[in-house]
């Protein structure tokens, strides 16, 4: 069984930052892939890596503040947020593809349950 986990969310202040953590299990060798959906809006793309971490894309809203990464032997992907705004306030998704990196979530095998950002102004 494909389990993936999400954590580090939470309430923070515009211009604060955090890191959202995304634990993997009966998962290997797979492209991984940050969404997000904010109240009332369709769920969006934010980042995504390959296996090697090698490749990396962002979304246009968030290059330059947000970085992904992953540590293969510890099962782990992460979304390091700086300088977050109001309208990153979503609930982020973790989520994996068993083939090369892309941006629409129709292409994504498996998905966590969410961890709430809420960026107050």
């Known amino acids: 069984q494909v389990q993936l986990v999400e954590s580090g969310g939470g309430l923070v202040q515009a211009g604060d930052s955090l890191r959202l953590s995304c634990a993997a299990s009966?998962?290997?060798?797979?492209?991984m892939g940050w969404f997000r959906q904010a109240p009332g809006k369709e769920r969006e793309f934010v980042a995504t890596i390959s296996y090697s971490g090698d490749t990396t894309y962002y979304a246009d809203s968030v290059k330059g503040r947000f970085t992904i990464s992953r540590d293969n032997a510890k099962n782990t992907v992460y979304l390091q947020m700086n300088s977050l705004k109001p309208e990153d306030t979503a609930v982020y998704y973790c989520?994996?593809?068993?083939?090369?990196?892309?941006?629409?979530?129709?292409?994504?095998?498996?998905w966590g349950q969410g961890t709430q950002v809420t960026v107050s102004s």
């Open positions: 989520a994996a593809r068993r083939l090369g990196v892309v941006a629409a979530e129709r292409f994504y095998d498996y």
């Open positions: 009966g998962l290997s060798s797979y492209t």
